[in-house]
């Protein structure tokens, strides 16, 4: 399995985009947001990679981070949301959006997505509530591919990518989590109570975080 690329960018389409590896052309799927923050045309890049291999269909897909990537795998085993869909949901929220919006339950958010419908918004926040912190937790940093030991990695050879920062806050929300679970929150309650704050404070730091999220699960009077 094909986990990362790192390669030079031969052209750009709406779409996709071809990464050369030392000679081999490989077609990457991506998000409306994840090409947005490539570099151009002649440059070097770095992407995460899913593979979709069906008895007609090999397709490559591409994410700025594991939490990204993760989200594609989770949004496209629900059933009706396709990888097209999947990368319409991660295109239109990112992926600190999409955890935001399945942690609040807030199906009006995944609706925004260019071709997801009511339905299939209320079906994806239901399937994958539960799922929600587990994600939120994650790192995600190119530099942290290494780490997948399923993944083969291609890179050509001496690449010169500068590392990609993580969402403003996705570290905060990880520890903010992490510190919420060792004092004896649930995770779906801690998941809800941060993905509101980080959505109320996008800058906020970890202890800001925690503070908010603990003002938000207190119980009211």
């Known amino acids: 399995m094909i986990g990362k690329l790192t390669g030079r960018i031969d052209y750009r389409a709406i779409d996709h985009v071809l990464i050369d590896v030392r000679g081999v052309g490989y077609l990457v799927y991506c998000s409306e947001r994840t090409l947005a923050g490539l570099p151009g045309v002649g440059e070097v890049t770095a992407l995460f990679t899913d593979v979709l291999v069906r008895e007609d269909v090999l397709q490559l897909f591409g994410f700025q981070t594991l939490a990204e990537k993760e989200w594609h795998r989770l949004l496209t085993s629900v059933q009706g949301v396709g990888a097209k869909a999947s990368l ?76 990609r920062a993580r969402a403003p806050n996705a570290s905060a929300q990880a520890e903010a989590l992490s510190a919420l679970a060792n004092l004896g929150y649930g995770p779906g309650d801690a998941a ?14 970890t202890p800001t975080l925690i503070r908010a999220a603990l003002k938000l699960l207190a119980p009211k009077a």
């Open 88 to 163: 319409a949901i991660l295109g239109a929220l990112g992926p600190d959006g999409v955890s935001r919006a399945i942690a609040l339950g807030d199906w009006n958010a995944v609706k925004v997505a260019k071709g997801v419908g009511p339905k299939i918004a209320q079906r994806v926040v239901l399937d994958l509530k539960d799922k929600a912190p587990s994600v939120m937790a994650m790192g995600g940093t190119l530099a942290e591919a290494n780490g997948d030991a399923d993944a083969e990695v291609i890179e050509v050879a001496a690449p010169t990518t500068k590392p």
């Open 192 to 205: 809800g109570a941060v993905a509101q704050a980080a959505g109320e404070i996008p800058d906020a730091d």
